[in-house]
């Protein structure tokens, strides 16, 4: 008796139609196509955000290199003994960050480092002790359109 309604239900049982698979797809594939161009923009946007941390403690190093020195620092080697969290690049195997003089390394001081996505942000500090901030690609990553961040 147990045997013979086990063997009931099994028969009775229906599996779902092709047109129920191919609708489930479907929603699955726009639901995906959906989601990745959002995640990818969100995985360019965490790099960017990466290079300007980066770019922020390279300053914050040139101001204590200056502290400590009375000059900046060009060396990138200076800025990561000051600072060894700079050891970790925002962009390994790309382009490297750079610390540079404007006009006289005593007095003032550029600083850049670039993103996976190719993003390269900036700060110049000038010898009158403005610092203005600039990346190189507007609408592209955390570079506003006024090429500003």
């Known amino acids: 008796m147990l045997l013979h309604t086990i063997r009931k239900r099994i ?10 698979l191919l609708v489930v797809i479907l929603i699955i594939g726009i639901l995906a196509a959906i989601a990745i161009p959002s995640f990818l923009s969100q995985k360019d946007k965490a790099g960017d955000a990466s290079a300007k941390s980066y770019v922020r403690n390279m300053q914050t190093a040139e101001e204590t290199y200056y502290t400590d020195n009375n000059t900046y620092t060009t060396a990138l080697t200076d800025l990561q003994r000051v ?4 050891t970790d ?4 195997g ?8 404007i006009t006289d ?4 001081y550029r600083i850049s480092a670039t993103s996976k996505a190719g993003v390269t942000y900036t700060i110049n500090r000038a010898a009158d002790g403005t610092t203005t901030r600039s990346c190189d690609r507007p609408n592209v990553g955390g570079c506003n359109a006024a090429s500003t961040w």
């Open 94 to 101: 790309g382009t490297a960050p750079t610390a540079a003089a």
């Open 105 to 108: 390394i005593t007095r003032d």
């Open 83 to 86: 600072e060894p969290v700079l």
């Open 11 to 20: 028969n009775d049982e229906r599996g779902f139609t092709l047109i129920e």
């Open 89 to 92: 690049v925002p962009n390994p």
